[in-house]
């Protein structure tokens, strides 16, 4: 069975916005258990992708396979089994940091009890924080929430949308650590980033995208000299 | 299990959002006042009028309460989180459409012994005019919710929600009103029931038709 060794498939994805293409025949393939690495410039595509991949958009054309389960014919199957960290925080303004995720635990049907809730805030850094609204939190205090969120899921394939933007240093090695803890759990994790050092340092895989094309795969502690990225000026540490 | 989730969520946000349900609630008090100058002192045509100016009142006010309702779901995609937790569109749908049924109800309810001082109008049966007004409010929030969702992304929200939503509940609107004027205005022949009844049927199709379609609106 094709899904029970690699995790992600994406099989000629494209997508469009309008006339401008935003995936162009995107191919690749995740082992599951694996780190995987899509990393590009702004525009490349990284974004779209990931939400092709977490069903909350559709390709226009091709199709990926997510655990197993079509993202196109089974977008539920492919839900239960994959868990998202978006641009988007998905939080709700209006409710405190513990509700936000009390909410997510009730649709989960996960326990909604605070005590089981706080040691996720524990993790991301937002204990303390745990009765504010984020609307008096900073990008990057609402960034660890939706982490939270993530980990609250639970779920064996993890996409991450640019998860260093707008955190600290502290921010940085939760996120490091985070995606060690993936790796020891058997996690799949896809991770957009372009910063292309950590992605080599917590990446086994990864492939390049170039206005929606696939322009480099291999390994990901080879992203820095091989594939073309740090030439042409995208950062390559922190 | 989900829908005991969404709602749980709605009412949780709504606790959060009061100060906006007393905005809403001045508004369709400000409504009524405003009728009752526009019509002048004649309280013969006021209290004839009464049931009517009611339910516009009502309808005004639902759609601050339906486009409100959807607003905290866009600020961070929200509601796109939640769908792909995954949370089924149809226990989110239902969820909100029986919270803002709660609300406009309450509104409803607020709004009477503004009526009754207003309009002077005889003080109704009470059961009787809360049914009405729970059915009247249903005939509105289950559509309205469906296209509060439809226009949340729109640009003009306000202006496409009223333009699609009111053509729609016209026959909620004539039977509400009727049924209401009846309960007011004294109702000989008996035709309340009647008039109750057509407009449960449309609250009917609504839920049914509405949570059907709420899949599409939000996954597409």
């Not at chain 1, 960290?85 to 997510?104: D, G, P, R």
């Not at chain 2, 019509?39 to 009464?50: C, I, K, T, W």
């Amino acid at each position: 069975m094709r899904g029970s060794t690699l995790a992600v498939e994406g099989d000629a994805i494209c997508r469009r916005y309008g006339r401008r293409w935003a995936l162009v025949d995107v191919t690749f393939a995740v082992p599951t258990g694996a780190v995987f690495v899509v990393a590009g410039r702004n525009g490349s595509g990284k974004s779209t992708l990931l939400r092709v991949l977490s069903t909350a958009i559709r390709a226009d054309r091709g199709t990926a396979r997510m655990a197993g389960h079509d993202v196109r014919t089974h977008p539920q199957e492919v839900r239960r089994q994959v868990a998202i960290l978006s641009h988007h925080s998905y939080l709700y303004e209006a409710l405190t940091a513990l509700e936000n995720l009390q909410v997510a635990a009730r649709f989960l049907g996960k326990s909604a009890e605070r005590t089981a809730l706080l040691p996720l805030l524990e993790e991301v850094g937002l204990a303390e924080r745990a009765d504010d609204p984020p609307l008096t939190f900073s990008a990057g205090m609402r960034k660890r929430l939706a982490l939270a969120r993530v980990l609250l899921q639970d779920a064996p394939v993890v996409l991450l949308d640019e998860p260093y933007g707008q955190l600290d240093p502290p921010g940085f090695r939760l996120v490091d650590h985070l995606l060690g803890l993936f790796r020891e759990r058997g996690t799949t994790a896809l991770v957009a980033t372009h910063l292309l050092d950590r992605a080599a340092a917590l990446c086994d895989q990864g492939m390049v995208l170039e206005q929606g094309r696939v322009s480099w795969t291999g390994r990901a502690a080879d992203l820095p000299t091989q594939s073309g990225l740090a030439a042409a000026g995208l950062p390559e540490g922190d | 299990m989900q829908l005991l989730a969404a709602l749980h969520k709605e009412l949780l946000l709504q606790w959060r959002t009061k100060a906006q349900l007393l905005a809403i609630f001045i508004f369709g008090a400000s409504s009524l006042l405003l009728f009752s100058f526009a019509v002048g002192p004649d309280s013969s045509a006021l209290r004839q009028h009464a049931a009517g100016f009611l339910w516009l009142g009502l309808m005004l006010s639902s759609t601050l309460t339906l486009a409100e309702s959807f607003q905290s779901e866009m600020e961070q995609r929200a509601l796109e989180g939640l769908l792909l937790l995954p949370a089924g569109a149809r226990a989110l749908y239902y969820g909100k459409a029986i919270s803002n049924w709660t609300q406009l109800t309450l509104l409803g309810i607020g709004l009477i012994p503004l009526m009754v001082v207003l309009y002077d109008t005889p003080m109704p049966r009470p059961f009787a005019l809360l049914g009405v007004i729970m059915a009247g409010a249903a005939g509105l929030s289950a559509p309205g919710t469906l296209y509060a969702a439809m226009t949340s992304q729109a640009r003009a929200k306000q202006t496409l929600l009223p333009l699609l939503l009111f053509p729609l509940v016209v026959p909620v609107l004539l039977s509400a009103v009727k049924a209401t004027s009846l309960l007011i205005l004294g109702d000989p022949m008996g035709q309340v029931r009647d008039w109750v009844l057509l407009l449960l049927c449309f609250d009917a199709i609504h839920w049914s038709l509405c949570g059907f379609l709420f899949d599409r609106v939000v996954e597409d």
